[in-house]
């Protein structure tokens, strides 16, 4: 459901070129906050931890966003050592089998990957990275809100991400008998079922000491 389905590649390699790193390195110390990603997973980029440090986290607030896949223990041990400040993870589902619908990918991988994260950080005493998980909201997962605010408690979250589709033109992508269809999967914030089930969600996140952010734009009051 990521915009570059609707774009052409324009030509782009799947990492920042050297040109554009050399541009901003002489204001890499001078940002309040630095995003370490684009188009695609961070994790990936060869030049990830090269720019990691250019910069200073206890000055800047540095993060980047993950799908959690590539997350070794030694990644995470990496990003743990260089202060990194958060990391942002796509789930989008808080159960094995609405995960591989929407993200087509090993729920069981990530997992393991999110929690042995916030166990390093509990062993080695530290806060840095904060764990942040999120999850775009459609049809198919909807009934997973609350479920997911307990699936961020067992991962040891610090912040939950709620977001929704943006209204954009139609397509459709299939994933074996599961077919996603963006226009029907936009959700109307006005039922008062979904309504419900953001505020327990936000109750019952606020009982476990995460932080909730419902960032639904103009939708969502």
């Known amino acids: 459901m990521c915009y570059p389905r609707l774009f052409d590649k324009r030509g782009f390699s799947g990492d920042i070129c050297d040109a554009a790193v050399q541009k901003l390195l002489p204001y890499m110390r001078g940002f309040k906050t630095i995003s370490l990603h684009g188009v695609g997973e961070p994790l990936l980029g060869k030049k990830l931890l090269a720019l990691l440090d250019k910069t200073d986290p206890d000055k800047t607030w540095v993060q980047f966003d993950s799908n959690g896949l590539l997350l070794t223990e030694e990644m995470s ?45 509990q062993a080695s005493g530290v806060s840095r ?5 999120n999850m775009t909201l459609m049809r198919e997962n909807a009934a997973e809100i609350v479920a997911f605010v307990d699936l961020a408690g067992e991962l040891g979250a610090e912040i939950i991400h709620l977001g929704l589709l943006n209204p954009t033109k139609d397509y459709e992508v ?6 996603f269809r963006y226009h029907d999967q936009m959700i109307d914030v006005k039922e008062p079922e979904f309504r419900e089930a953001v505020e327990t969600a936000r109750l019952k996140a606020r009982s476990r000491g995460i932080e909730f952010v419902a960032e639904f734009s103009g939708y969502y009051q």
Do not use: Q
């Not at 202060?83 to 808080?94: E, G, W, Y």
């Not at 990275?129 to 998980?133: E, F, G, L, R, S």
């Not at 299939?174 to 077919?179: E, K, L, Y």
């Open 129 to 133: 990275p904060k764990i942040k998980v």
């Open 77 to 121: 041990r990496i990003l743990i050592s260089k202060k990194l400040n958060m990391i942002d993870f796509s789930l989008d589902a808080a159960t094995r089998e609405t995960y591989r619908k929407i993200r087509r990918s090993d729920f069981d991988l990530v997992i393991g990957n999110i929690k042995r994260l916030s166990m390093m950080k």
């Open 174 to 179: 299939r994933n074996g008998d599961f077919v």
